[in-house]
């Protein structure tokens, strides 16, 4: 692995030049850019408060601060995973003529959707400071938690690489692979606390009795999960929270850092599992026909 690293970073420049590519050709010939990318999330985001607000009654203060701050990381994942997929397949005739580490293909995707994920950060705090202003938070926007954020990138940045490696690979040979994680990247959203908090799982496990609190442990072992939760707790002033039914408004729980940490350690496990899975099966990507 070390001599593969040694030559990933030998042709370093070819990998920045095809990140560049991946951003010029995205966009081209289109008037607002990447402000394209900000259109879904931000929609997205609009309509689940407008349910959830509206009409499930949602009294959250600044919900959707709390959502787009979960959101914008797992369509990060979400599209630097699905969009490796293809990303061999796609350069196959340049990958059986010319010698280069097949690695930069899927790397490229991931750098280009991150730095895409970047940029929609800096559209989030603009979207945070227009919420201050309008409503007000308790306190600004901008804490001391926002220190964090460069580890959460980096923990976030490590477990889609890695995840985008495997795809990616393993999509060569076996073309399902792409529909069978779109299909669980699907089911993910719904099993992230996006829509809704890490608190109504604790509610719904603590409160029901000893024997269901295992659960809220088994669900925030899905590092995705505890990455959307840590995203919220950092970039959003705390505040009270409404878990709904008899609890209603309830006071955040504080982050769970040894939740956190088995995410850390399952992100980069992630990236090296895949990087290995990745290597081992790069020579053979010639013999597909």
Do not use: C
């Not at 914008?72 to 061999?88: C, E, H």
């Not at 707790?233 to 709904?244: A, E, F, N, Q, Y």
């Amino acid at each position: 692995m070390r001599a593969d690293l040694k030559e990933l970073w030998r042709f370093r420049e070819l990998l920045w030049a095809m990140v560049e590519r991946e951003l010029r050709i995205r966009y081209k010939n289109s008037f607002l850019g990447f402000f394209w990318s900000l259109v879904n999330p931000l929609m997205t985001v609009l309509v689940m408060t407008l349910v959830f607000k509206t009409f499930l009654h949602n009294e959250t203060k600044n919900y959707s601060a709390y959502v787009l701050s979960a959101y914008l990381p797992f369509m990060f994942i979400n599209l630097a995973v699905m969009d490796s997929a293809q990303s061999i397949i796609t350069a196959l005739p340049v990958v059986k003529k010319v010698y280069f580490p097949r690695e930069i293909l899927p790397l490229a995707t991931v750098l280009a959707n991150f730095i895409h994920f970047i940029l929609a950060l800096l559209v989030f705090f603009a979207w945070l400071l227009g919420i201050w202003a309008i409503t007000g938070f308790k306190e600004t926007p901008f804490t001391w938690r926002i220190a964090f954020l460069p580890v959460l990138l980096v923990v976030t940045l490590g477990l889609s690489t890695g995840g985008a490696l495997i795809i990616s690979a393993l999509n060569v040979f076996y073309e399902d692979v792409k529909y069978v994680v779109g299909v669980m990247l699907y089911l993910a959203f719904f099993l992230t606390p996006i829509m809704y908090f890490s608190e109504n799982v604790w509610i719904s496990t603590h409160k029901q009795g000893a024997h269901t609190e295992w659960l809220y442990t088994l669900y925030h072992l899905n590092p995705v999960a505890t990455l959307a939760t840590t995203y919220k707790k950092t970039l959003v002033p705390p505040g009270d929270i409404d878990v709904g039914g008899k609890f209603g408004m309830i006071h955040p729980i504080h982050q769970d850092w040894t939740l956190f940490g088995a995410a850390v350690l399952v992100s980069f496990g992630v990236l090296l599992f895949g990087y290995w899975l990745f290597n081992r099966m790069k020579w053979r990507f010639v013999e597909r026909p």
